[in-house]
């Protein structure tokens, strides 16, 4: 089978395991493009993007320019003379690049797009309760997801499965999905499709602090399924009143039961062997929780943290 010279352009975890698929295959990684180092922690300790560290280790020509127009890395890059580039987990890319290669550009999207296209599909399939989500490779163009696809394939959502979870299934199977599309492309005998045409195809927008606050006035399901969706980051959260102290409460996981409660909707009822929260249709237990200044722990270690129940409330 004919191998080909990549560029890979990405930067988590996530993207770290395709690049791994790709050099374990009989493709040739020519080079790999990545965001700078940053300082992070509170020793300012400059750390190196997952994809970096893999490509480091294995000697593979690593880039990371401040801009992607920067006419001296799109010279170097020419020099690499690659036949596609791939791209996961990365940035908005200038048409110059994702033009350069003879191929194309193709990029690794998790979801089943049309739909959630956007930053966190992941989380949206989730917190919508979607029953199967996927991976799709695309070609890249100007507009964001919007590429002709390539390949695609389903993955069942698992009951009561988080964010987290699912995100690894998927890179697993994205995986190898990118080198199934490769290797397409290498025989040539992929043929690609223009996405289908949906009238409102559901979004995954970008996920800010705002996003994550908990509605405790939807139902259980809908709160326990948002709940999933932001575990274990970016963390779905409440705020509770502590005598005269506001303090958030990231809440990863828990349990929910409906009922005909009669109780205000948002309030809560703790004691030393039980929390729980009223939602508009029933109750919603946390079993996993952490708050402000403290570690994540479970709700029984939770619980033994405190003394006086009678001063906590929802804010």
């Known amino acids: 089978m004919k191998s080909l010279k990549v560029v890979f352009l990405g930067t988590p975890e996530f993207a770290k395991t395709s690049l791994e698929a790709i050099h374990?295959?009989?493709?040739?990684?020519?080079?790999?493009?990545?965001?700078?180092?940053?300082?992070?922690?509170?020793g300012q300790k400059i750390n190196q993007s997952p994809v970096k560290v893999f490509a480091t280790e294995n000697n593979i020509p690593v880039f990371q320019p401040e801009k992607l127009r920067n006419p001296e890395f799109l010279e170097e890059l020419k020099k690499l003379d690659a036949d596609v580039f791939v791209v996961v987990a990365f940035?908005?890319?200038?048409?110059?690049?994702?033009?350069?290669?003879?191929?194309?550009?193709?990029?690794?999207?998790a979801s089943l797009?049309?739909?959630?296209?956007?930053?966190?599909?992941?989380?949206?399939?989730?917190?919508?309760?979607?029953?199967?989500?996927?991976?799709?490779?695309f070609f890249i163009n100007e507009k964001?997801?919007?590429?002709?696809?390539?390949?695609?394939?389903?993955?069942?959502?698992?009951?009561?499965?988080?964010a987290g979870s699912l995100h690894d299934r998927?890179?697993?199977?994205?995986?190898?999905?990118?080198?199934?599309?490769?290797?397409?492309?290498?025989?040539?005998?992929?043929?690609?499709?223009?996405q289908p045409h949906v009238e409102h195809p559901k979004n995954a927008y970008k996920i800010f602090k705002e996003d994550t606050r908990i509605d405790w006035t939807k139902s259980s399901k809908e709160v326990h399924q948002f709940i999933l969706g932001m575990s274990p980051y970016p963390a779905a959260f409440t705020t509770l009143r502590i005598g005269e102290e506001e303090k958030g409460l990231k809440v990863f996981g828990g349990k929910f039961e409906i009922s005909n409660h009669g109780k205000t909707?948002?309030?809560?009822?703790?004691?030393?062997?039980?929390?729980?929260?009223?939602?508009?249709?029933?109750?919603?237990?946390?079993?996993?929780?952490?708050?402000?200044?403290?570690?994540?722990?479970?709700?029984?270690?939770?619980?033994?943290?405190?003394?006086?129940?009678?001063?906590?409330?929802m804010a």
């Not at 374990?24 to 509170?42: I, Q, Y």
């Not at 940035?91 to 690794?108: S, Y």
């Not at 956007?118 to 919508?128: H, K, R």
């Open 24 to 42: 374990n295959s009989h493709h040739e990684v020519v080079g790999v493009v990545t965001v700078a180092d940053k300082a992070s922690g509170r």
């Open 113 to 137: 797009l049309p739909d959630y296209r956007g930053a966190a599909p992941i989380n949206y399939a989730v917190i919508n309760g979607e029953e199967k989500t996927g991976a799709t490779t």
């Open 144 to 162: 964001i997801d919007e590429g002709n696809i390539l390949l695609q394939e389903e993955l069942e959502i698992l009951p009561d499965e988080n």
């Open 170 to 194: 998927l890179m697993e199977m994205g995986s190898k999905l990118v080198v199934k599309t490769l290797d397409g492309l290498a025989e040539n005998s992929i043929v690609e499709k223009p």
């Open 265 to 313: 909707v948002g309030s809560l009822e703790i004691s030393k062997n039980d929390f729980k929260i009223y939602t508009k249709d029933g109750v919603y237990y946390p079993l996993e929780l952490q708050l402000e200044g403290k570690k994540r722990m479970n709700i029984k270690d939770f619980l033994n943290g405190f003394r006086n129940f009678e001063e906590i409330k």
């Open 91 to 109: 940035r908005m890319m200038p048409k110059v690049l994702f033009e350069m290669p003879k191929l194309g550009t193709f990029n690794l999207h």
